[in-house]
């Protein structure tokens, strides 16, 4: 007995969505997490980017969300192989944020609050690719999605823009993070279908 109808390819696409390899629309907002969710106040919430020299610079809550803001209207692209087109988001890029950070680094560890950390090259989240996102459809980020804030890298795999964000350290050399070190691309570029190390 067949277990696949004859003629079946996986699931049908309006033929004007272009999605990256192996990836398939969907419709609602899937809730992936590696651990339990933490539910972070705004009012003990902040930020810190620390420097390879171990300089630190912090937001608290308030301070960040009195920066300038953009609304960011873009694709997102899961690992699992969903794919949700035109996410529109709010949040602070990180050119605002590390305007007036010295640094030498190459690299960046981003650390969430609860004990996730992904890495990404600096570069990555400079020139316009990258945010500290708090609203999401025009409402605050649920912390199922993040929220109060995450990181938002929509050009990678949605396992670097990581919930829940509490700090990004500069780093001279990379570091992998958690499902980095599980056997997860170190980049993961959607359209290259970095999915595990070795794609």
Known sequence: MAIVSPGFTGRRQPPEVRLPPGQYLAEDFPVLTAGPTPRVPTDRWELVISTETG?????TWQQLIELPAEKITTDIHCVTKWSKLGTRWKGVSLDVLLEDVETAA?????????GYTTNLPLEDLLDGQAWIAYRYDGEALTPEHGGPARLLVPHLYFWKSAKWVH?????????????????????????????????
């Open 55 to 59: 300089q630190r610079h912090t937001w």
């Open 167 to 199: 700090g990004i350290q500069l780093l001279l050399e990379d570091e992998p993070g958690f499902w980095e070190s599980a056997g997860y691309h170190d980049y993961g570029d959607p359209w290259r279908e970095q999915r595990y190390q070795g794609d």
């Open 106 to 114: 190459d690299y960046a560890l981003v650390q969430s609050y609860g």
